[in-house]
């Protein structure tokens, strides 16, 4: 399997609010590389997002604007590249969002939520959030809600899916991203 696992974090409930991202990049069914930055986003933090996260605005002070990071990892997001996310509505629509917001060109690419294979193949766990699936499934998540160790648990979660189910199991799961 070749895919990317995206996880943002935002500072409000605006969906261009993004204050980080993470992307795991799996090659050959091993993860072989991972991208983490804070960013700066152009809205104020809510306490609410900020007690989820733990991330403050003057954490961000110096990030990098959504724009310098898009420069970064655009080559990622692209036609046949499949994209994988927890909940990948919201991860979806944060690019989007961002993508508007900051006028930048929308990008189309294949995208598959976890949330959804989880609840086909294991559908006896009491809930499909990230951290119960990783702890029925003996996945390691360190830090809930950051970014990094999401993106690399949801990548770890359509590696385990992938190994006991089969990847042809996994493509009715795959959509394109609009």
Not at 44 to 73: K, L, M
């Amino acid at each position: 399997m070749n895919f990317v696992a995206m996880d943002f974090e935002t500072a409000s409930a605006k969906r261009y609010s993004a204050c980080s991202l993470a992307l795991t990049i799996v090659r050959n069914n091993q993860v072989a590389d991972e991208f983490y930055s804070l960013i700066k986003p152009d809205t104020e933090f809510s306490w609410r997002n900020v007690q989820i996260h733990g991330i403050h605005e003057e954490d961000v002070a110096d990030a990098p604007s959504f724009p310098e990071i898009w420069q970064v990892i655009n080559p990622l997001f692209q036609t046949n590249q499949l994209i994988v996310a927890h909940n990948a509505p919201f991860d979806n629509g944060v690019l989007k969002s961002c993508l508007e917001h900051y006028d930048l060109q929308r990008s189309h690419y294949l995208t598959l939520d976890t949330v959804r294979s989880s609840r086909k193949f294991f559908p006896e766990f009491e809930n499909h959030k990230l951290d119960t699936v990783c702890k029925h499934l003996g996945i390691e998540l360190e830090h809930h809600h950051n970014a990094l160790d999401d993106s690399l648990a949801c990548a770890n979660i359509l590696l385990y899916e992938a190994n006991n189910f089969g990847a042809e199991q996994l493509k009715p799961f795959v959509r394109v991203a609009n």
